[in-house]
């Protein structure tokens, strides 16, 4: 009923950039929260950036000052900008909405790959 299409993942050299976005989509009633986590190979999955419909955001220490989240409520969908990026970076970033159907869920896209490497 509700899909989480992720987009922008891809090859970068350190130092580089790329922009990830999300789109949500299906018999959506509302949506709160939105964000990206990421899963390493071989590690847990770990929060990146969250943003609340208001606006207010919250970042992990690790990518703070390099990383920007935004959302354009109208179109669902929720933007991460990464700079300065690192071979540490290199993961499957999921990302995750809190929506109202019938009641709040939590919903996960299937993952984009960011892998930075020179």
């Known amino acids: 009923q509700v899909q989480l299409v992720e987009s922008g993942g891809g090859l970068v050299q350190p130092g580089g950039s790329l922009r990830l976005s999300c789109a949500a989509s299906?018999?959506?009633?509302?949506?709160?929260?939105m964000g990206w986590y990421r899963q390493a190979p071989g590690k847990q999955r770990e929060l990146v950036a969250t943003?609340?419909?208001?606006?207010?955001?919250n970042y992990a220490d690790s990518v703070k000052g390099r990383s920007t989240i935004s959302r354009d409520n109208a179109k669902d969908t929720v933007y991460l900008q990464m700079n300065s990026l690192k071979p540490e970076d290199t993961a499957v970033y999921y990302c995750y909405a809190r929506i109202f159907i019938r009641t709040w869920d939590d919903y996960w896209g299937p993952g984009t790959q960011v892998t930075v490497s020179s």
């Open positions: 943003i609340t419909r208001g606006g207010t955001t």
């Open positions: 299906g018999s959506i009633f509302s949506i709160n929260a």
